[in-house]
């Protein structure tokens, strides 16, 4: 294979989702997540930047979705390997969060 012929290899992502329960309630935000640009409910979270560590993402990622000071992550609830187009060979990883602090007040546009 020539060097013209080479693809160049996509950046793997890393992504983290926050499990934040109050009594038998799972917080859900809402957000444009519809192959048509419809508003759909999920469990907050986004990306690891670089240089981030899994939990520091989890926390900045819940305080700008929510509002919400979260502890660290007390379990780990799932793996999931995504590929999709927009996050093609993507690792998600999903924490259960049991201490946090604060008001829901999403500081993020795009949530609902």
Known sequence: MTV?????????????????RHG?????????LGANGEMLWSLPGGGVEDGELMHEALRRELQEETGLLAGNPVRTAFLMHIDSEPYPSALAA???????????????????
């Open 4 to 20: 013209e012929n080479a693809k160049a290899p996509k950046p793997r992502v890393q992504l983290v989702i926050g499990i934040v």
């Open 24 to 32: 038998n309630e799972i917080l859900l935000v809402r957000e444009d």
């Open 94 to 112: 999903a924490f259960e969060i049991d201490d946090w602090s604060g008001d829901i007040a999403p500081q993020d546009g795009d949530i609902k």
